[in-house]
């Protein structure tokens, strides 16, 4: 037989435990069809050592968010409130005078407060400003804005689940919380189709450079996150001009979501248009689960927690009524739907179990694979609850070094160990899909899976020590459970003949190296179907 590509002299982590190693590895029309088989090929490349790991999954992360960010003010890694304004400044001459200034990434906890809009209106000579917080769960707008949007004169309806931050005045500071962000948004979107076709292609650049090959992106198409009620169509634009390389699983707000007709025996009234739900596409763009957001933010202090929060008297606040949340996850279980729960605070996270629970308890499901996005705060009872109710936690550990100084100030000593678990979800019997958040925070995987080991901040401490995991179980987060999660479990996520040829060639052996070493570790090259996506030129491939 004559394959089309063999990878020879590589150090391969199959992740495949009845064959966990291997040297050469052989792809045939996109697909793995062979380990350590000598084949004819027409494309033959030497590793000459390199590792090679099945292709990385994040299986939480804001593709086209992150893709406009890149051509936004990067507000990221400031100290300072003057250096923000002045990268406002800066940004504001480019610009026509009717033009939006629109930046994105800062951190109130970094440069000492939120911006005022009247700083703002000075930075930007009268322009409208639209600051994003790093949590993507505050925005902060200038004059401008707030005028046109009718908050300063009063007019403005602050939708249910959102805040207009006001001073002990009265009067609005520019910052906007949760619900209340789609105010300002809403003269923004829908950005067009294009756009966000645009912005996805370049996201999708970085991501292959990274060695991620599949991503599933949380939330599109309304709500805060959304970038247009078109975009899916968009990340299918993105396929047809060839510039979407990694495969994506799509989650589509609860806010797209509504009845739908048809017989009296068709299971579930609530979804999308022609019955479409969670499994429909193809293995490069999938629709996934249903994205409901049930609370907020811990860096935002928004999240909703038992306790209050340590540095503010608050305990934070749902995203909308309860009962009509839980109602929500409820009517999308029994329509057929993967549900995926935005719960940071503990209280959130009862809430999402009770949902689940009463989901269950009305419609029986085997096939749900039900998720909770952050699972942030968590007790040993609610960890048991996930685990008797088979609902997944979906953490991000890459928080803990960029943001978690300001998450264990908000929780404190007494609750900084129950932040962002990882080994107490393993030993419940769960799975741990590796994810980022990005651009909340850095996407790259590899940076991802030393957090995991170290669980660092950024001023070295260590939160929750007995958290920590080791580098292979780190991998297998990025890969054989971030296909679970996904569904993908038969098609990728170990390096198996039969499944898809998505691998990863690195410099160095993930649990060969320190634990600081390991986001340092080079991508050398990044295959999806067997297709080369990033390092090509370096690979010397012969035939």
Known sequence: MRVDLIIRNAAIRTMDDERPVAHTLAVHHGRIVALDEDLDARSVIDAQGAALVPGFGDAHNHMAWFGQSLAEVDLRGLTTLARLYDRVAERATTLAPDAFVIGSGYDDTAIGGHPHRLGLDRAAGGRPVLLKHRSGHVTTVNSPVLDRIGVLDGSAAVPTGGVVVRDEHGDPTGTLEEQAQNLASGLLVPFA????????????????????????????????????????????????????????????????????????????????????????????????????????????????????????????????????MRALVIEAHAAGWQVAAHAIGDRAVDLALDAFAAAQAAHLRTDGRHRIEHAAVTSPGQIARMAALGVTPVPQARFLHEIGDTMAAAVGPARAGSLYRHASFLRAGLRVPGSSDRPVAAGAPLLGMQSMVQRQTATGAVIGPDERVDALTALRAYTVDAAWIAGDEARRGSLTPGKLADFVLLSDDVAAVAPDRIGAIEVVGTFVGGRCIHGAEGLGAEG
């Open 193 to 324: 189709t294009a756009e966000v076709a645009a912005a996805i292609g370049a996201a999708s650049a970085v991501y292959a450079a990274e060695g991620l090959t599949h991503v599933t992106e949380c939330g599109i198409g309304g709500g805060w996150v959304g970038r247009t009620p078109r975009e899916l169509g968009a990340y299918q634009l993105a396929r047809d001009r060839g510039d979407l390389s990694v495969r994506v699983q799509l989650m589509p707000v609860a806010d797209t979501l509504h009845a739908l007709g048809g017989h009296a025996d068709d299971p579930g009234a609530t979804g999308l248009d022609l019955g479409l739900r969670t499994g429909f596409g193809d293995d490069m763009i999938r629709i996934g689960a249903v994205k409901i957001f049930l609370d907020g933010s811990l860096v935002a202090r928004t999240a909703a927690m038992l306790e209050p929060f340590c540095d503010r008297h608050s305990h934070g606040y749902f995203q909308n009524d309860p009962d009509a």
